[in-house]
T-cell receptor, first 114, second 113 residues
Framework: KQEVTQIPAALSVPEGENLVLNCSFT??????LQWFRQDPGKGLTSLLL?????REQTSGRLNASLDKSSGRSTLYIAASQPGDSATYLC?????????????FGKGTRLSVIA | KAGVTQTPRYLIKTRGQQVTLSCSPI?????VSWYQQTPGQGLQFLFE???????NKGNFPGRFSGRQFSNSRSEMNVSTLELGDSALYLC????????????FGEGSRLTVL
């Protein structure tokens, strides 16, 4: 059974700092991995999607990497801003034709202090 | 392009009642998935529909059911509500061109008293 773990559960950093959020999964046979952002009381916003054949994806100040063999992904946020404060969720889709549900981690709650 | 729309956004019910939640996917998306989010369990998969057929089902009791219409809109129903059903119910849609990427709605916040 695929399990996804995100460490730390909460993180507080000063504005301008570069930071890394971690995600690990137990079964390396994944179809893809997706990072989401969730603001309090809101839905999920897709940030980056990495297919199993890819090693990383970038969007603006965000960079996500994937190492299937070690069961790890990292989300790198450069020059953090107070507007980046949110919960970041990692989710994997297991390798069964892609038509399988996402398995989510519990998330990392990020606070960027001005 | 409109995103995933969920209604109602907030609702309060009492134990034993039933509730129906609605989800309209992004135009052109034919797959709709439902997830339950609680502080303790996080996000858990309920079910997925594609072209009016249930394709996957999570580990939830039979009180949780869903359906999809020919226009891809989906509804989920929870009967005989329990206090533990209080949660944020999230709907997500995906397209055939990018089947592995989900786009979520704002969710329906259900409170059971």
């Amino acid at each position: 059974k695929q399990e996804v773990t995100q460490i730390p559960a909460a993180l507080s950093v000063p504005e301008g700092e570069n930071l890394v959020l971690n995600c690990s999964f137990t079964d390396s046979a994944i179809y893809n991995l997706q990072w989401f952002r969730q603001d309090p009381g809101k839905g999920l916003t897709s940030l980056l999607l990495i297919q199993s054949s890819q090693r990383e994806q970038t969007s603006g100040r965000l960079n996500a990497s994937l190492d299937k063999s070690s069961g790890r992904s990292t989300l790198y946020i450069a020059a953090s801003q107070p507007g980046d404060s949110a919960t970041y969720l990692c989710a994997v889709r297991i390798l069964e034709g892609g038509n399988t549900p996402l398995v989510f981690g519990k998330g990392t709650r990020l606070s960027v202090i001005a | 392009k409109a995103g995933v729309t969920q209604t109602p956004r907030y609702l309060i019910k009492t134990r034993g009642q039933q509730v129906t939640l609605s989800c309209s996917p992004i135009s052109g998306h034919r797959s709709v998935s439902w997830y339950q989010q609680t502080p303790g369990q996080g996000l858990q998969f309920l079910f997925e529909y594609f072209s009016e057929t249930q394709r996957n089902k999570g580990n939830f009791p039979g009180r949780f059911s869903g359906r999809q219409f020919s226009n891809s809109r989906s509804e989920m129903n929870v009967s005989t509500l329990e206090l533990g059903d209080s949660a944020l119910y999230l709907c997500a849609s995906s397209s055939l061109r990018a089947p592995g990427e989900l786009f979520f709605g704002e969710g329906s916040r259900l409170t059971v008293l």
